[in-house]
């Protein structure tokens, strides 16, 4: 394979050049900016370099096109230059228009003959004169190698004559080359395409540190190269994925009391802090916006679940009404349809027990019929320092619930919000709130995107 590289002012321009020396098969290998440098490189335009490529066969092939007819050609070796009986001819012929025509002797301008003759005797002398002169005052040219001219073994390029044997050996050598022409290509494409890289792995190693799931991680990073200029700084990478985690943790959804009175239901797995988390709401709501609250639980499995609903419940004045099934739901939800929020704390469900979860489902059905007084939302609480794969298989467990937000707590237990993010992108659930301690209610609030996003690429830590 030939292999060589051509520099023009535009692509097409070098694209041209190409084609005119290695022919319309030429491969283009790569194409390249050369950025002008130094103090003026503002006065210079940058350069576009290719690397082009042709297979020998076709190389062979465009020169063996263009061997020129060898018929009236003389071979001179003089210092590697062949120069052809036609074109030594007119440059005498030419040299001739300036010589001195004049005879000592006078010619009768009449007789065109006798001028004819003179004439052609003249052209002998200055013939004969040259060649001694040549002869004499030129070095003795070196020995050139011999040709067959009419060999099918011999090949021109550039105006050189090159045998068979040269021309593979010169074959041989490109082939050896060709490798590390490509391999110093590869590099060179490298270093523009993935000038960046360096600063896509500190984020990496940044967000994995912070327990984000690595399929995630390459989904975040894939979406903003290409949108990345070549050369693009830290700042520039840095606020690109900020924007896409942002956008990847979605508009958090709320609780809001409209035209109906408000059912919530909040499940989960044991031990995640949702009787707690249901005491914030319920104060934020009768304190702030002085709205009319009810209880209802079914936990009756923990210890002391009840009596720990009621402390809350009596600290805020809220009624409190414990069900044992379906059927006593369904009562407390005709005593409460004036209320206007109404928060149901289920017993913690274990997601590896089928009984469980359909005690929930129960619940959960006994619901359609006041589908037309209570507007329903269901909140899934989660714990951030549970293990992410134990959060995989809790969110698959209740995925035959439908319409669930999110509500994370303990994050002032944990150093990593990873977790957040992979939920989120896994389940494609909206967030809804996030809690940071046993204060009621102070240690409560609506998923904030950017806090999060900041904690996860190593900001306030």
Known sequence: ????????????????????????????????????????????????????????????????????????????DKEGIEISNNQEKDEKTSGSSNIDLRADEEI?????KKIEERLDALQRIMLEGTTNKSRTDRPKPRKSPSYDLNSEDLFIDNGKIYSKEEVESK???????????????????????????????????????????????????EEI????????NIDDILSAIYQKIILKLGKPRTIEIKNKPKLVFFIGPTGVGKTTTIAKIASKFKLEKYAKVAFITSDTYRIAAVEQLNTYAS???????????????????????????ILVDTAGRSHKSEEQMEELMELLSATNQFKDVYDLEIYL?????????????????YKCIKDWG????????????????????????????????????????????????????????
């Open 171 to 221: 074959t041989k050598t490109t082939k050896e080359n060709k490798n590390e022409i490509k391999n110093s290509t590869k590099e060179e494409n490298h270093v523009e395409t993935s000038a960046n890289d360096k600063f896509l792995k500190l984020i990496y190693k940044k967000l994995e540190d912070n327990e984000v799931d690595k399929i995630y991680i390459d989904e975040i990073i």
């Open 406 to 461: 999110i509500i994370f707590t303990k994050l002032d237990e944990t150093c990593s919000l990873g977790n957040i993010i992979n939920i989120k992108m896994l389940t494609n659930a909206p967030l809804s709130y996030t809690t940071s301690g046993q204060n009621v209610p102070n240690d409560i609030e609506v998923v904030n995107e950017q806090f999060i996003a900041k904690q996860l690429l190593g900001g306030n830590q």
């Open 381 to 397: 609480t989660l714990s951030v320092t549970t293990k992410y794969k134990d959060l995989v298989n809790i969110t698959n467990k």
């Open 225 to 232: 190269r290409h949108s990345l200029r070549k050369e693009s």
């Open 1 to 76: 394979m030939i292999v060589k590289k051509f520099q023009a002012p535009t692509e097409n321009e070098a694209i041209l050049k190409a084609k005119d020396e290695l022919g319309t098969n030429a491969v283009i290998l790569n194409v390249k900016t050369l950025r002008q440098r130094g103090v003026f490189r503002i006065f210079k335009k940058d350069s576009i370099e290719i690397t082009a490529a042709l297979e020998e066969k076709e190389f062979i092939k465009n020169v063996n096109k263009n061997k020129p007819e060898l018929k009236d050609e003389i071979l001179e």
């Open 315 to 341: 600290i805020i004045d809220c009624p409190v009404d414990v069900v044992y099934g379906a059927d006593e739901l369904s009562e407390s939800l005709e005593s409460f349809k004036s209320y206007d929020l």
């Open 108 to 112: 009768d301008l009449n007789d065109p």
